[in-house]
């Protein structure tokens, strides 16, 4: 898959996958003391709607294949209930290392997006899952998007 970003340049990827980027929320969402992991999740889902974001149809086509495929997996498994992803750049998530996530009824997957190389950056991140430019380069986004599934079956 061509990913016309340069290594490294972490905003470009995030505005890829997302459709905007930290830049994109309004600064007073990351200042003062953190918020609790619920009450930043909450946080993360009303600014989703400031930005225009539709938590049932992502706004870029690399967001939407993921979208997409994990739907399908939990469907075709046989699991009931409704797919939403939420951007958290900017905001206290964003401040934990998490700038995405995926909830399926009442579990939640976090992504942290990274633009370098695979390698270091899962060991030291607070996410559950790290979804990175090289994984879209080696056309293995979909072995990332097959373990979000996974962990929202349970």
Known sequence: MNIPIAEG?????????LGCSYKSV???????????????LRQA???????GCDPFHPKTKLAQ????????????AGHQGTLQFFIC????????????FFR???RIVTI????????GK????????????????????LKVAEDIARRLIG
């Not at 340049?9 to 996958?17: A, I, Q, R, S, V």
């Not at 889902?45 to 930005?51: G, S, Y």
């Open 9 to 17: 340049d972490g905003y470009g990827f995030e505005t890829l996958f």
């Open 26 to 40: 309004d600064p007073k969402h990351r200042r003062g003391k953190c918020l609790r992991f619920r009450n930043a």
């Open 45 to 51: 889902m009303v600014i989703q709607q400031q930005l």
């Open 65 to 76: 294949e993921i979208f997409d495929y994990i739907e399908d997996r939990l469907h075709s």
């Open 89 to 100: 750049v900017g905001t206290h998530l964003d401040r934990l290392g998490v700038d995405c």
């Open 104 to 106: 399926f009824n009442s």
């Open 112 to 119: 942290d997006l990274y633009s370098g190389k695979l390698g």
């Open 122 to 141: 899962a060991k030291k991140n607070k996410a559950d899952v790290v979804l990175s430019r090289a994984h879209f380069l080696k056309d293995e986004h």
